[in-house]
């Protein structure tokens, strides 16, 4: 199966081309920033798709990040995943960031648990817990970093993550500390494509992963919608 791999949702701009029969990373590109992705991402995926010598035709996945992230980068990424997808005819899936971040470590079957965290800014991560199997110890959530260092209840833990050094200098002293801090902007591009190789397209929707709305709101004094009428069939 050959996969193009996308990822806009944090502070940098990557794709990657796999393929999962062979086990070969076959092309891949990133570029680390802050913003700008809109104007980076589809000159990165020509560049990508041109190093692998293969047609948008020729693949049979496209894989995309879904957040928790920048919100703008996770449209950016969504829509040119959608609009490949569409033009190709072919499948796309979602992974969220959390995920891709802890997929190499799970894949070394440690026997730690996984911390996978994101800075939310307002002393708040994104995070999720898996042991070192994979097994969901805490769900996906946004929380104050106090309650994210709860989680030193499961032991010495791998902090993986754009906030694992954030959750490191605050980790309790009392707790076994932390057996590695892999402090990485963003998650590895090559485990993305991975992720979206083994996911189910029904149970993997390319659609925002959102754990908080965004923090930019209609004025409070511009005068409301009217309700609309849901579409049916």
Not at 20 to 43: C, D, F, V, W, Y
Not at 87 to 114: F, M, Q, R, W
Not at 188 to 200: N, Q, Y
Request: with cysteine; glycine share 8%; aromatic share 6%.
């Amino acid at each position: 199966m050959l996969i193009l791999a996308i990822d806009t949702a944090l502070d940098a701009c990557a794709a990657a081309i796999l393929d999962s029969g062979t086990g070969t990373l076959i092309a891949q590109a990133t570029q680390p920033m802050k913003r700008g992705h809109a104007e980076a991402l589809m000159p990165l995926v020509a560049g990508v798709m041109r190093d692998a010598g293969l047609p948008f035709a020729a693949l049979d996945r496209i894989a995309v990040t879904t957040g928790p992230g920048s919100f703008t980068g996770l449209r950016v990424g969504l829509s040119a995943a959608r609009g490949i997808a569409l033009a190709a005819e072919k499948p796309v899936v979602g992974l969220t960031t959390l995920s891709a971040y802890a997929a190499p470590v799970v894949s070394e079957n440690d026997e730690h648990p996984i911390i996978s965290a994101i800075d939310a800014r307002h002393d708040q991560v994104y995070f999720q817990v898996v042991g070192g199997d994979g097994s969901s110890l805490v769900e996906p959530k946004v929380a104050p970093i106090g309650e994210a260092l709860q989680a030193s209840r499961f032991g010495a833990p791998y902090l993986v993550g754009n906030a694992a050094r954030i959750l490191a200098e605050r980790w309790p002293s009392e707790a076994p500390p932390p057996v590695k801090v892999d402090a990485q902007a963003a998650p590895d591009i090559a485990w993305v494509a991975w992720l979206g190789a083994a996911v189910d397209p029904a149970t993997a929707p390319a659609r925002p992963f959102y754990l908080r709305p965004p923090d930019a709101k209609p004025a409070s004094n511009q005068p409301a919608r009217a309700p609309q009428a849901a579409a049916t069939s």
